[in-house]
């Protein structure tokens, strides 16, 4: 028998996105996403101290680079809205591009860093859970900005549209799940015995919760983006 069907995006079955409250909250966690990134950041740095070692500069381009460079170019996007005022989509995409290109060039950076600091201490590499989670985070990285490179130059490649509106469903999964492996990477840092030694207590269960709430916001804007339609029938 025929129905009327209609779509509604994922989280609009109870109707709680015309509810101003609901919309306000999700602006505000969004907020509080940009905030978060941003204060890590600057927080890790200073207990960084860079300057007075090698390895000080490690957590400093990490910290750039993931807490900060990735989160706000993923969040450029939001629905709910990002600081940086873009009025067209092509505007966003070339900062998001922008903002990638400074996670690759500090990554790169703070693992030049993190090898010299090892080659002149004299000690073994990869012999950590977050050495190894920060190799397959890097490599996820360049991966991730390849297939970029693909969506943003279709023509050059001769892709069909079919193909490209693909990789574009592709690159923005694949995103998420490198975005979560950055957090993984950043939090078992936090279980490390150089920040375990710098910061205890209270402070330190904090900060080993902090990066989580970036990542829930990002993968809620990208599911919420990208998962296929709820199917509605009358």
Same mark, same amino acid.
């Given at each position: 028998?025929? $129905?009327?069907? !209609?779509? $509604?995006?994922? +989280?609009?079955?109870? +109707? ?16 509080? %996403? ?16 860079? +300057? ?9 381009? &990490?910290?750039? %680079?993931?807490?900060?460079?990735? @989160? !706000? ?6 629905? !709910?809205?990002?600081?940086?005022? =873009? ?20 990554? %790169?950076?703070?693992?030049?860093? &993190? ?30 900005? *390849? ?5 943003? =130059?279709?023509?050059? /490649?001769?892709?069909?549209?079919? /193909?490209?509106?693909?990789? #574009?469903?592709?690159? %923005? ?11 993984? @990477?950043?939090?078992? *840092?936090?279980?490390?015995?150089? =920040?375990? *030694?710098?910061?205890? +207590? ?16 990002? &993968? ?5 983006? =990208?998962?296929?339609? #709820?199917?509605?029938?009358?």
């Amino acid at each position: 028998m025929p $129905s009327d069907v !209609e779509y $509604s995006p994922v +989280g609009e079955g109870l +109707g709680m996105k015309d509810f101003w409250l609901y919309v306000w909250l999700r602006r505000a966690a969004v907020i509080a %996403a940009h905030v978060t990134g941003l204060g890590l950041t600057l927080i890790i740095s200073l207990l960084s101290r860079p +300057g007075t070692s090698l390895f000080s500069w490690h957590p400093v381009c &990490m910290s750039v %680079a993931y807490c900060l460079c990735m @989160t !706000e170019g993923i969040l450029l996007f939001s629905a !709910e809205g990002s600081p940086f005022c =873009f009025k067209s989509r092509k505007g966003k995409v070339r900062f998001h591009w922008f903002c990638q290109a400074l996670v690759l060039i500090a990554a %790169a950076t703070g693992l030049g860093f &993190m090898v010299a600091s090892k080659n002149v201490s004299e000690l073994p590499h990869l012999v950590t859970w977050h050495s190894l989670l920060g190799v397959c985070t890097l490599a996820a990285t360049a991966l991730q900005a *390849a297939c970029g490179i693909c969506v943003i =130059f279709p023509k050059l /490649l001769h892709l069909s549209s079919p /193909l490209r509106l693909k990789l #574009k469903l592709y690159h %923005a999964t694949c995103g998420l799940v490198v975005y979560l492996l950055a957090t993984v @990477t950043v939090v078992s *840092a936090m279980l490390s015995d150089w =920040f375990q *030694a710098t910061v205890k +207590g209270l402070a330190w269960w904090a900060f080993l919760l902090l990066p989580l709430f970036p990542a829930l916001v990002v &993968m809620n804007q990208i599911t919420n983006a =990208f998962l296929p339609r #709820k199917k509605i029938t009358s």
